[in-house]
């Protein structure tokens, strides 16, 4: 449950794909440091294991013989 | 995530294990026996907290001489761990020797690695002195210390990814970043880059 007193905080967005990059890790720095470690890394749990299923899944498909 | 600058650690112990941190602790288990290891480079973020992933994890492990490298090897191939560069030892080991980097995957999959590397001089060497300890869950490793981590990511490797990399730990622990330290390293690593231009211009001229 969301607490209704706690302040959103924005992200302000970048005039370049550079400065959004950089202006989303200050975002996400904050939440980091305004949330409990479950939080953020439950996320980043779900980032990082969909690489990983994905690179299993390739990883078992079979090879495709080359015409020659 | 609690710094605690004095005892250079960093608590995060109720941090949800990834797949990542398992591949990461899993091989870490294994080298340690054998080994002192420093975690460096992308995924010190990432255990930081960065939401990115990444396909290889960097360390420095310390200069051993081919009977320990041998007995660790041999314990990472029981595991599953494979080399992605070559299968004799003597190989591998030579490429450690020659300042190479080697890689070691899980059962075939060469995504995610590890990349395993000696020291090539006194700046590398004294990553095992400027090392913090992060506690988590079940578990502990030692990764390079913040100052160090963002002065080779601004200073040395220098591309988008790694200043993004740098960025998020200046944010993640602003106000207790030692600048001072920062910058005395990136005098270093300005030393460093200029002597490793010269030795590739000599080089050029020689073999060209």
């Known amino acids: ?68 | 995530m609690e710094y605690h600058k004095e005892k250079k650690e960093i608590n995060i112990k109720s941090k949800v294990i990834n797949e990542l941190d398992k591949f990461v602790l899993d091989f870490l288990k294994i080298v340690q026996k054998h080994v002192d290891y420093v975690v460096i480079s992308g995924y010190v973020s990432i255990l930081l907290g960065r939401s990115r992933a990444t396909e290889d994890v960097d360390i420095f492990i310390k200069k051993i001489p081919i009977e320990v490298f041998s007995k660790l090897y041999k314990e990472l191939k029981e595991y599953g761990f494979w080399c992605l560069n070559a299968e004799k030892e003597e190989e591998i080991y030579g490429f450690l020797k020659d300042s190479l980097a080697i890689r070691f995957s899980f059962e075939e999959m060469p995504v995610p690695n590890f990349e395993v590397k000696f020291p090539k001089d006194e700046l590398d060497e004294s990553t095992f002195n400027d090392f913090i300890t992060v506690i988590l869950p079940e578990n502990k490793l030692k990764i390079s210390s913040l100052e160090r981590h963002i002065a080779f990511k601004r200073y040395y490797l220098e591309s988008d990814k790694d200043v993004e990399d740098a960025s998020h730990v200046e944010e993640t622990f602003k106000g207790k970043i030692d600048y001072n330290k920062v910058n005395k390293l990136k005098e270093l690593i300005k030393k460093r880059k200029e002597d490793e231009k010269r030795k590739s211009e000599k080089n050029f001229y020689e073999t060209g």
Request: net charge positive.
């Open chain 1, 1 to 68: 449950m969301k607490n209704e007193n706690q302040k959103r905080i924005f992200m302000k967005p970048g005039k370049t794909n550079k400065e959004d990059r950089l202006n989303f890790i200050k975002f996400w720095a904050n939440y980091i440091k305004t949330h409990s470690d479950k939080e953020w890394s439950e996320q980043q749990k779900m980032l990082i294991d969909s690489q990983i299923k994905n690179v299993k899944k390739l990883a078992k498909k079979p090879v495709l013989p080359t015409s020659s």
